[in-house]
């Protein structure tokens, strides 16, 4: 199976900083996009940012409320993907899951894995 695990989320206070981190690990392949989504109370889970796997280069985008303050990486030698969260505001509170879209060993079609989820409060 694959598991999909991430840390650093907590509290913070408006204008401060987070980096989270998310680790896929198990029988993987591969692991081609990777992205973090985020889901506050009461609202639909909605996408903050993505990062393919283009090789020597990866594309990363982004929703507009989050430019010029998140930066999404990634390391693929350790299937790890992270987000950096800078200028973070009352309104970036949410639950943030990362998800990996994985090829596993010996099979061909490819999954979508989601992580357990981590507590982001921004306090004003």
């Known amino acids: 199976q694959v598991q999909l695990v991430e840390s650093g989320g907590g509290l913070v206070q408006a204008g401060g900083s987070l980096r989270l981190i998310c680790a896929a690990s198990?029988?993987?392949?591969?692991?081609?996009?990777m992205g973090w989504y985020r889901q506050a109370p009461g609202k639909q889970r909605e996408l903050v940012a993505t990062?393919?796997?283009?090789?020597?280069?990866?594309?990363?985008d982004y929703t507009d409320s989050v430019k010029g303050r998140f930066t999404i990486s990634r390391d693929n030698a350790k299937n790890t993907v992270y987000l950096q969260m800078n200028r973070l505001k009352p309104e970036d509170t949410a639950v943030y899951y990362c998800?990996?879209?994985?090829?596993?060993?010996?099979?061909?079609?490819?999954?979508?894995?989601w992580g357990q989820g981590t507590q982001v409060t921004v306090s004003s």
């Open positions: 998800n990996a879209d994985v090829v596993r060993m010996g099979l061909t079609r490819m999954s979508t894995y």
């Open positions: 198990g029988t993987i392949f591969r692991v081609n996009d």
């Open positions: 990062i393919t796997s283009g090789g020597r280069t990866n594309y990363a």
